[in-house]
């Protein structure tokens, strides 16, 4: 059961108003109620990017041209700790106020880890196999026999073509490269980076109530790029483990 969820409620082009200038707090953000201006729908050409690859036609939208999620703000404090400085869209501020600390504290906890993962990356591998291209054998050939074949004008038998070949081939297994150990990565500090002008959060809060013969699958907004999961209360579970839709 989601209890926040931000797709309840978001952000809508050309119906939600905005405040173009200056920032909501979250102990004041009740008093902007009503007050703004409509966000006008954004324009084709500000949410597609060009892909440059094999045809330079091709245009894909980064975005939603019709809502978007709203994240909350962040503000380090001290050396560890955090502290939300806006509204989470969906939790009242002044009702679940002590929730917010909590929430921080949450994010506190992640910070670190975020830190270790982000330097991971940051000094990009080298992969060892050519994950951009596939090789295969046809041992049968690349032509459809003809006995198996209807008409070779109908739709129904490029199909049927293209069913054959890909039941007759079989894949080359790729030879990975020479190991070469990676550089070590330099480290990454979210604290120290944005202690300035803080992160952007998006909240989600679920109770999730399910057997252990019934998994629960976390299936992640595809624009979302870093999650942590917090267990606030196990109760009745021999053993909790999260794994994404992706196998991770």
């Not at 978001?10 to 953000?29: M, S």
């Not at 994950?131 to 070779?152: F, H, I, N, S």
Request: aromatic share 8%.
């Amino acid at each position: 059961m989601d209890l926040v969820h931000p797709s309840l409620f978001p952000l809508v082009y050309g119906r939600t108003k905005i405040i173009p200038r200056g920032r909501v707090g979250l102990t004041d953000c009740m008093d902007y109620v009503g007050k703004g201006e409509v966000l006008k729908i954004p324009d084709e050409s500000e949410i597609e990017v060009q892909w440059y690859g094999q045809s330079s036609n091709l245009k894909y939208k980064t975005c939603s041209a019709n809502f978007q999620w709203l994240p909350c703000q962040l503000k380090f404090t001290g050396s560890e700790a955090v502290s939300i400085t806006s509204y989470i869209n969906n939790l009242h501020p002044v009702k679940f106020s002590s929730l917010y600390d909590v929430i921080g504290a949450c994010i506190a906890r992640a910070i670190p880890l975020w830190n270790r993962t982000l330097s991971s990356v940051k000094v990009p591998g080298k992969h060892r196999i050519d994950l951009g291209r596939t090789d295969y054998d046809y041992p049968q050939g690349r032509k459809m026999p003809v006995d198996y074949k209807a008409d070779e004008s109908s739709d129904e038998d490029l199909d049927k073509e293209d069913e054959w070949l890909k039941s007759t081939r079989v894949l080359v297994q790729p030879e990975p490269q020479e190991y070469e150990r990676r550089a070590k990565p330099a480290s990454v500090d979210l604290r120290k980076q944005f202690q300035e002008s803080g992160l952007q959060i998006i909240v989600k809060l679920a109770n999730i109530g399910k057997c252990n013969s019934v998994p629960f699958i976390l299936r992640p907004h595809n624009s979302v790029i870093s999650i942590i999961l917090e267990y606030p209360i196990t109760q009745n579970i021999f053993k909790c483990l999260m794994i994404t839709s992706d196998g991770r």
